[in-house]
């Protein structure tokens, strides 16, 4: 529910036109997401996590509400070695059992993110310089316990290792797809700002700043995330960039994309600019305001060969 509370909280604070960094309401938002959980999170199989998903969808349920793990146990059908199946009457038994405080519980984050998008007067944080900092354990001893139980070796022992199911398409950034872009809403800037360190990196570079990659202004950057949270991203280069010590989000983005895809044919390497130059990057964009960018497909082809055919990262 703790998602469900941010977004609602970006919904209300676009809807009202709120044009004043509401820094405390978004701590405010931060402090209570976890008291809206219907229930803890806890560890399942595979199988039961899916088996959520598939009996809402096979009700209709709203996708802001989760089964637990007791109404789980009492609709599935279990079977040795396959994926479990959904008893549908006894799903929507249980959707209608939940269903009243899951209502409620929607009603009261809707009330609480209004309140938080449009009045300033909810919580006074500390000066950011008596900022405390979290401690492990602190405020919750449960946490201070988890280490007497086991340590990390054991925990490593138990999960096993990591195999990865199948090998990732490194190519795929360059397949000229794209996928476009939500509206900014006219009060983005006082919606950003709401968020410290977003309103620091806005602030942190001058008004008329431009991407030198892709050219884009400042305002032309910002985008809005899958939650309807608005996003500014830069990125800081390395040292064979020294002239362009930043970039956009975005541009950075396909640059790492690039650099996995040559990592898949030279093999690892620490430096993330020295194999392709700022000109070069800039040649395979279109840049979209508010957006990702797409990518010249052709362009990108062409240079990803000139990069495998003259660099080397020894060297």
């Keep these: 529910m703790g998602d469900v509370l941010e977004e609602t909280f970006n919904v209300e604070f676009v809807a009202a036109g709120t044009n004043i960094e509401q820094v405390?309401?978004?701590?405010?938002?931060?402090?209570?997401?976890?008291?809206?959980?219907?229930?803890?999170?806890?560890?399942?199989c595979e199988d039961c996590n899916n088996v959520d998903t598939a009996a809402k969808k096979l009700l209709g349920v709203p996708r802001e509400f989760s089964f637990s793990i007791g109404q789980i146990r009492g609709f599935i059908q279990v079977r040795d070695h396959q994926p479990h199946t959904v008893n549908q009457s006894k799903a929507q038994l249980a959707w209608e059992a939940a269903k009243p405080a899951f209502v409620l519980r929607m009603r009261i984050i809707k009330a609480v993110a209004k309140a938080a998008?449009?009045?300033?007067?909810?919580?006074?944080?500390?000066p950011r310089k008596f900022e405390p900092i979290p401690v492990y354990g602190h405020g919750d001893r449960r946490l201070s316990r988890i280490s007497t139980w086991f340590n990390s070796d054991v925990l490593i022992d138990a999960l096993g290792m990591q195999t990865r199911v199948s090998k990732a398409n490194v190519s795929r950034w360059r397949d000229g797809t794209h996928?476009?872009?939500?509206?900014?809403?006219?009060?983005?800037?006082a919606l950003l700002k709401s968020v410290e360190y977003k309103a620091d990196n806005w602030d942190s570079l001058p008004d008329d700043w431009a991407c030198p990659i892709c050219r884009r202004s400042k305002s032309q950057i910002v985008y809005v995330g899958d939650q309807?949270?608005?996003?500014?991203n830069v990125a800081t280069t390395g040292r064979a960039w020294h002239e362009t010590p930043k970039i956009c989000g975005h541009c950075s983005k396909v640059q790492m994309a690039l650099k996995s895809e040559v990592k898949s044919h030279l093999g690892d390497f620490r430096d993330s600019?020295?194999?392709v130059s700022p000109n070069e990057l800039a040649g395979i964009?279109?840049?979209?305001?508010?957006?990702?960018?797409?990518?010249?497909?052709?362009?990108?082809?062409r240079l990803l060969s000139k990069i495998l055919t003259n660099y080397r990262p020894d060297e």
């Design 24 to 44: 405390e309401g978004q701590k405010l938002i931060d402090r209570m997401s976890s008291a809206f959980a219907a229930y803890d999170a806890i560890l399942v």
């Design 117 to 126: 998008a449009t009045d300033t007067h909810w919580f006074e944080p500390y």
């Design 179 to 189: 996928k476009r872009g939500k509206p900014v809403p006219a009060n983005y800037l």
């Design 228 to 232: 309807g949270q608005v996003r500014f």
């Design 273 to 275: 600019y020295s194999f």
């Design 285 to 301: 964009i279109l840049p979209i305001p508010h957006a990702d960018h797409q990518v010249r497909p052709a362009e990108a082809e």
